[in-house]
């Protein structure tokens, strides 16, 4: 029977990967603003840590809540691992995007250009910013979105990730610029904590939407420390047990054994094997 449980939303993918991309923007720029204030140039370190830090954290997150540290620390391990190589690959593929873009905007608009030579802090050069910044930074967060799902072993992760990962980094490239100009130079550090932050905030929020709304098969706890929380089914077949092997772990149950069922698709229907 399908008994009511009531969700928690503690422990539902859109608050938990967004607390993730809360908390991996938040350690990149602390770790890296004292390089960037002094330099620009080392604003692409903070993009590559920003990313490597939020791939070990959504590769890591669900295995961490469902109390499986060992495979948290094995998912966390490769996602970090990936998310430093994407993250120095992506941010350079992610430049040239941006300067490409920007290259053929100026046929549609034009900046608005000080006598240095830098940007003035205008609407036109906000646009003629965001043009390019919003299909960079999508492409950086669909990179970003795949490495989960090649943390955890499973494609469709990787392909909702891609998804919720584009359309968060689009987001976030489209209203970084707007949020650094409506602070202007004068807090340029406060700028760059609250932009990159939107970034990997939505990047991390999109990456739990998609795989709330794709969905088709899933489980929920009904009662225990998990109660409220939902494991998609991903892999087939996928095993229940006390062994921190298993797909869905259940700790600190006796009645549970280390290998206790399995849940199996067939065709287009699904059965539980004892």
């Not at 391990?77 to 990936?82: N, S, T």
């Not at 943390?151 to 707007?178: C, E, R, T, V």
């Not at 100009?181 to 807090?187: C, D, H, I, L, P």
């Amino acid at each position: 029977e399908r008994i009511p449980v009531q969700n928690n939303i503690f422990l539902n993918p859109i608050f938990y990967t967004a607390v993730c991309g809360l908390l991996s923007a938040f350690t990149g720029w602390i770790l890296t603003e004292p390089l960037v204030a002094q330099n620009n140039s080392y604003l692409l370190l903070l993009s590559v840590t920003l990313v490597m830090f939020l791939c070990g954290s959504i590769s890591s997150i669900d295995s961490f809540l469902s109390g499986n540290f060992l495979k948290g620390l094995k998912t966390g391990a490769i996602g970090l691992l990936l998310g430093l190589v994407w993250g120095a690959i992506g941010t350079i593929i992610c430049g040239f995007v941006i300067v490409f873009i920007r290259n053929l905007s100026t046929i549609v608009i034009v900046p608005d250009i000080k006598a240095d030579g830098t940007l003035e802090l205008t609407l036109k050069s906000a646009i003629f910013c965001m043009m390019g910044r919003a299909p960079g930074w999508a492409l950086l967060g669909l990179g970003a979105g795949i490495i989960p799902g090649i943390a955890n072993y499973s494609k469709k992760i990787s392909f909702n990730g891609a998804i919720g990962g584009m359309l968060g980094g689009f987001i976030g490239g489209f209203i970084f610029d707007p949020i650094a100009f409506s602070m202007g130079n004068t807090n340029a550090a406060l700028s760059r904590c609250i932009g990159f932050g939107a970034l990997s905030i939505l990047i991390g929020l999109f990456v739990g939407l998609v795989e709330n709304m794709a969905k088709d098969v899933w489980v929920t706890m009904k009662s225990g420390p998990l109660r409220g929380k939902q494991f998609v089914i991903y892999h087939n077949p996928t095993l229940i047990g006390s062994s921190p092997r298993s797909d869905i772990y259940i700790f600190k149950d006796p009645n549970v054994m280390p290998t206790h069922a399995k849940i199996q698709k067939k065709g287009s229907k699904y059965e539980i094997i004892d």
